[in-house]
């Protein structure tokens, strides 16, 4: 088998093991407006880093997001729709230079097996425009367990 050969039965084999996002029959935004933006336009309406992140799963780099020392009660939202996703009560400091929280709105999130650094790990995005937000670990402090570590390029804070 040459060196092209190899690598297509190899790429063609990851994607046929890589679940899907899969959206259920009962999915509320599955008409979302919010998923019908190009990228050409989600470029436009975005800041060149939320961008990166929300639409292409960069990573900022840690300990650089003001939300970081956000300590007043409100709810931080998805910077891409503006959808809930964590009330202030469920930060927590991780010391990991990024936003955490140890649960998130009910139905906010979607999720899906990430391979990016060659081992799996859950990816968590908004429900309502697929923007992506972080991973979730299971390093988290009770009553989950869970560590929603969260690009703070991806929220907004909305204060109570």
């Known amino acids: 088998m040459s060196k092209i050969d190899r690598r297509a039965f190899l790429m063609g084999s990851a994607l046929a093991v890589t679940p899907m996002t899969a959206f259920a029959a009962d999915d509320p935004y599955a008409a979302s407006p919010w998923r019908k933006i190009t990228d050409a336009q989600w470029k436009k309406r975005l800041d060149v880093a939320t961008y990166n992140v929300l639409r292409h799963e960069a990573t900022e780099m840690a300990g650089t997001s003001p939300l970081n020392k956000e300590k007043r009660r409100g709810t931080f939202v998805c910077a891409g729709c503006a959808l809930p996703l964590f009330k202030s009560d469920w930060k927590f400091e991780s010391g990991t230079g990024w936003p955490s929280f ?7 999130m979607g999720k899906k097996t990430d391979f990016a650094i060659g081992a799996p790990r859950t990816e968590y995005h908004c429900a309502r425009c ?14 989950t367990g869970l560590r929603y570590c969260n690009n703070g390029d991806a929220l907004r804070f909305v204060p109570a």
Do not use: E, S
């Not at 140890?102 to 906010?108: L, R």
């Not at 697929?130 to 009553?143: A, E, T």
């Open 102 to 108: 140890y649960t998130a709105i009910k139905g906010a």
């Open 130 to 143: 697929l923007g992506h937000q972080g991973h979730v670990f299971p390093d988290g402090p009770p009553p």
